[in-house]
């Protein structure tokens, strides 16, 4: 799966869009320290937990991309 690599080493998080060297990784895909406490802070009835929820929804979508590009290497 590729990620947004940047020349220093680091990645972009999927949630800020900001590079970042620190965080954790769900399918090869950053989620910035910042952006994981926030998201850990913010409860479900607050407006933000949907723009959480739409940023992990790239998670999904690159999954599918890269089974896609797997697919036709093999034809």
Same mark, same amino acid.
């Given at each position: 799966?590729?990620? @947004?690599?940047? #020349? /220093?080493?680091?990645?972009?998080?999927?949630?800020?869009? +900001?590079?970042? @060297?620190? $965080? =954790? &990784?769900?399918?090869?895909?950053? =989620?910035?320290?910042?952006?994981?406490? !926030?998201?850990?802070?913010? $409860?479900?009835?607050?407006? &933000?937990?949907?723009?959480? =929820?739409? +940023?992990? $929804? +790239?998670? #999904?979508? &690159?999954?599918? !991309? !890269? /089974?896609?590009?797997? @697919?036709?290497? $093999?034809?």
């Amino acid at each position: 799966m590729e990620t @947004a690599l940047h #020349s /220093n080493g680091w990645d972009t998080c999927i949630i800020c869009d +900001k590079p970042n @060297a620190k $965080g =954790i &990784r769900i399918c090869n895909q950053l =989620i910035c320290d910042t952006c994981q406490k !926030e998201m850990i802070d913010t $409860g479900v009835d607050e407006e &933000r937990y949907k723009f959480f =929820i739409k +940023k992990l $929804g +790239k998670i #999904s979508v &690159r999954l599918i !991309e !890269e /089974n896609e590009r797997q @697919a036709t290497k $093999g034809k």
